[in-house]
């Protein structure tokens, strides 16, 4: 089945409180602004419908209205969320799995914003060397074969195609995944081991995935479990919103459960299989078979050994380290 340990996964996930706090604190503050903006902007929709005919149509605009205006907000700190939150989680967890003990005497947000800013410099250059992890990593499921490679099943089209679906979303958090690795090399050039990051997931795909596609059922399963007890609750809380605004109760659930998806669940998937890539690429070396079929296939796998020729290195933090850094 999987080759990750839920149990120690767990114990690694509560050894992170301070990290999840920081991320239930961010993200129901999240849900928390859409709840206010979708409600406010219904509040005014409906005063201003009265004016006219439709009120409940001047409701329904106006919770749309306040949605699409927390979703701009976000979508513009989402360098700051993966800097910040994600980046140093990942940071602290990438010690827990090796069994490093973290310094005394600091906090670990602390400690992880040291690490990630010495590792990567800013927000703005990490969110560029995820974007390109992310788009050097959409074209492994290609070069792999897709399911009829993983997963032979002859003459069955439409279960391949529902099955590579999967396969292609359960592919969401490998660019942590690249990043724990890069953390964890404590290399001077960061675009340099994301891209061995990359060859090394690339040529254990068939192990990656196939862990990768069971977080990716367990967590639906229990992000919809999630969702469906949340439902009853968000309802009562927008049911003194006015006119149409009351049919926002499933957008409401729905905000909730991702909150407790991104808060919870998410740490978890990651960690259980930043332990699998770690353990599976243990003594390998970058294939240059795979390096080469990557170069060949993806744009953004060539922009990113173009930015490791590029870049200029520099001192990176690693805990324990007494010497120059390496990739």
């Given at each position: 089945m999987w080759d990750f340990d839920i149990s120690r996964t767990l114990g690694i996930m509560m050894k992170t409180m301070p990290f999840i706090a920081l991320r239930m604190a961010i993200y129901f503050g999240i849900t928390?602004?859409?709840?206010?903006?979708?409600?406010a902007g219904s509040g005014v929709g409906y005063?201003?419908?009265?004016?006219?005919?439709?009120?409940?149509?001047?409701?329904?605009?106006?919770?749309?209205?306040?949605?699409?205006?927390?979703?701009?907000?976000?979508?513009?700190?989402?360098?700051?969320?993966?800097?910040?939150?994600?980046?140093?989680?990942?940071?602290?967890?990438?010690e827990l799995i090796d069994n490093r003990p973290l310094p005394a005497g600091k906090g670990q947000i602390a400690h992880a914003r040291e690490v990630v800013t010495a590792r990567f410099g800013e927000a703005t250059a990490l969110f560029a060397l995820d974007q390109l992890i992310k788009g050097a990593i959409a074209a492994v499921t290609g070069l792999i074969g897709g399911v009829a490679h993983l997963l032979p099943i002859p003459g069955l089209d439409g279960i391949a195609r529902?099955?590579?679906?999967?396969?292609?979303?359960?592919?969401?958090?490998?660019?942590?995944?690249?990043?724990?690795?890069?953390?964890?090399?404590?290399?001077?050039?960061?675009?340099?081991?994301?891209?061995?990051?990359?060859?090394?997931?690339?040529?254990?795909a068939k192990v990656m995935v196939r862990n990768a596609v069971w977080l990716t059922l367990i967590m639906w399963a229990l992000s919809f479990a999630?969702?469906?007890?949340?439902?009853?609750?968000?309802?009562?809380?927008?049911?003194?919103?006015?006119?149409?605004?009351?049919?926002?109760?499933?957008?409401?659930?729905?905000?909730?459960?991702?909150?407790?998806?991104?808060?919870?669940?998410?740490?978890?998937?990651?960690?259980?299989?930043?332990s699998v890539y770690f353990n599976v690429i243990e003594n390998q070396r970058p294939d240059p078979v795979w390096d080469g079929r990557l170069m060949n296939a993806s744009g953004k796998f060539r922009d990113l050994a173009g930015q490791a020729m590029a870049h200029v290195p520099v001192r990176s933090y690693r805990s324990g380290d007494t010497g120059p850094a390496t990739v």
């Open positions: 928390l602004a859409y709840m206010v903006a979708i409600g005063g201003v419908g009265h004016i006219g005919s439709d009120p409940a149509a001047f409701a329904l605009g106006g919770g749309i209205a306040g949605f699409a205006l927390v979703s701009l907000v976000l979508y513009w700190a989402r360098e700051y969320i993966l800097y910040i939150v994600k980046a140093g989680h990942i940071a602290v967890m990438v529902l099955v590579n679906g999967v396969i292609r979303m359960s592919l969401t958090y490998v660019d942590e995944i690249v990043l724990g690795y890069n953390i964890r090399t404590g290399s001077t050039n960061p675009w340099e081991s994301s891209r061995q990051g990359v060859v090394l997931y690339a040529q254990n999630i969702f469906l007890i949340l439902l009853a609750p968000a309802g009562a809380l927008v049911y003194a919103m006015p006119g149409a605004a009351s049919g926002w109760g499933f957008v409401v659930a729905l905000v909730f459960a991702w909150a407790l998806k991104a808060a919870l669940l998410e740490p978890f998937a990651i960690a259980a299989l930043m």
